[in-house]
């Protein structure tokens, strides 16, 4: 009897040690999904969970305090996204939960490209214009001789993301800077994809994570998609195509990401993920991923971890080994040294920062 109370009461030790080290509860893109979470080099920390949802539901379960949609129970205290928050989605949340939840916060964690690999016997060097990939991932161009200007009768298979994903937003946002009668912009391929809802040709092939993007690929000669750059070699050009000849390297991005301003209303979210559909100059499909967090949480100790996780990814270094190695790039030291100043030190004095006791007295993300 002794032993068997005392191997119940380790049991109950055990989950509890378990649930109290999984404290902070997350999830949503799955471009970033590698460097957050389940790699040897992932920067969310031992106690952060991250569900790998695509974006809108990472968006959807946060806003709505759902943890349902991360398959656990519980509180939603973040959750990653390629998706920019809408005005509607921003309207929304500040009426149902604004008043006892607090504000939400909109970070950019790690610049990134879309990338568009392909597999084409034959060509190993493949260039497109902007106008070109309109053409191919529309439809409005069938085979690759009809794209390309060949003889080549092989058919173009696209491989799409099938879920609210927000790669398939940055992608859908500078095909429709270019060619706004084939795109609109949209977290999903067949409503992004004009007209919406319009029937695929029958050898396109959608998955779900962008995991499966360049596998899918790979498979079929004459396909081409849309990836984030972890899981492919964004700088070889027999891998993923240039476009309007240009590679989506780091230096590439980072040149078209140059020209965002810093925000100069600090309160606002949508200025903290700041968008660049059709750059000047570098790659032409260029972003940032987003956290979102909340500036309030009733349990102390979430607040914490939050406030420390943000405190080691906007320092410099930071997680910056670990973001280029995984095909990512660091924010630059402007924007790390802003979020630092509004919400991590409040030394900007606009009380934005984590759990700020003027503003989160007595609201905040519940227990």
Known sequence: MFKRTLIAASLTVAALASAQAMAVTG????????????????????????????????????????????????????????????????????????????????????????AIPYKKAGNTTLNLTSAQLCDALSGAKTTWGQLLGTADTTAIRVVYRSTSSGTTEILSRHLNSVCPTKFAVNTTFTNARLPAGSALPSNWVGVANTADVATAVNAVDGSIGYVGPDGVNAASNAVVARINGVQPTSANVNTALASAPLPTNPALPAQWSPVVANPASGYAMAAYTNFIFGQCYKDAAVAADVKAFLTQHYSTPGNAVATAAHGFIPVPTNWKNAVTANFITNTTGNNLNINNASVCNAVGRPL
Request: no cysteine.
């Open 27 to 114: 999830g949503g893109a799955s471009l970033p999904a590698a460097l957050y979470k389940g790699s040897a080099n992932s920067i969310l920390p031992a106690n952060f969970s991250y569900a790998v949802t695509g974006s809108g539901i990472g968006k959807s379960a946060f806003l709505t305090n759902n943890a349902a949609q991360f398959s656990t129970t519980g509180t939603v205290h973040f959750a990653a996204s390629d998706s920019i928050l809408s005005a509607t989605e921003l309207s929304t949340y500040n009426t149902n939960f604004g008043g006892s939840y607090g504000p939400l916060i909109q970070l950019p964690s790690v610049a990134t490209s879309v």
